[in-house]
């Protein structure tokens, strides 16, 4: 082997090198999940009102991912509105069409239609939450998003022996208001 073709060995097995480390870094899953937006009743305060919520529950469904992953929400709108969702404290990084806060990365997804959004896990560990992002949607569209340490690192503190998801939000007499003044003014109500 002459001196030029040794050197480009060595350039080849570093090219290898590089590539190999390119994919370790890629460790996280990757998840799938599908939101329904639909409007629902619920009574509560002596009245029977309904709200949109992801999936018939309020908090809607819980996010839960190891740090590194990424998660595919599909969002299917079945409600009356235009509506979008953001993934809370997620950075993001070099993914804001993704973010979800409507008309800013996004045309609100209009009822009847889907989208699905990438949220890729970078730095964030911990507990975030996920909500609507069109006016008062937030109020009863949002859920928890647990986000455990990376595969094969383990908590800065002891494992705890039980854990608990509490997501507080103050929806009823918001949302009641705003559905009494939207029955009363509103035309594009869908039902
Ligand atoms: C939400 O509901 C849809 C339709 O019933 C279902 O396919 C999907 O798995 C549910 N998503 C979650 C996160 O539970
Ligand atoms: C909610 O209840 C009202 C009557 O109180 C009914 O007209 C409406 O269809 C119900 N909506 C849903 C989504 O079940
Ligand atoms: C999601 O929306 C796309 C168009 O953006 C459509 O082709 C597809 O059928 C929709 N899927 C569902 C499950 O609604
Ligand atoms: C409902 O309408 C009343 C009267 O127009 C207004 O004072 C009130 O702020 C409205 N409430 C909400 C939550 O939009
Ligand atoms: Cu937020």
Redesign the pocket.
């Known amino acids: 082997m002459n001196f030029k073709n040794k050197e480009l060995v060595v350039e080849f097995l570093g090219f290898l090198f590089l590539v190999a480390q390119c994919l370790c870094m890629v460790e996280g899953e990757i998840h799938f999940y599908d939101f329904v937006l639909?409007?629902?009743?619920f009574t509560k305060m002596c009245s029977?009102e309904?709200m949109l919520v992801a999936n018939g529950s309020l908090p809607g469904p819980v996010i839960q991912v190891h740090k590194g992953d990424t998660v595919y929400v599909n969002v299917h709108n079945e409600g009356c509105y235009g509506v979008t969702v953001h993934w809370h404290g997620v950075m993001q990084p070099r993914n804001s069409w993704f973010d979800g806060p409507e008309y800013i990365t996004q045309c609100p997804i209009e009822p009847g239609s889907n989208f699905t959004y990438e949220i890729i896990f970078s730095n964030e560990e911990g507990t975030l939450w996920w909500h609507a992002h069109s006016d008062w949607t937030r109020a009863s569209v949002h859920g928890a998003i647990i986000i455990l340490p990376a595969r094969g690192s383990t908590y800065p503190f002891p494992k705890p022996d039980e854990e608990e998801i509490i997501v507080l939000g103050n929806v009823n007499i918001f949302i009641y208001m705003v559905n009494r003044n939207m029955s009363i003014k509103s035309t594009n109500r869908c039902?």
């Open positions: 639909r409007e629902k009743n029977t309904s039902m």
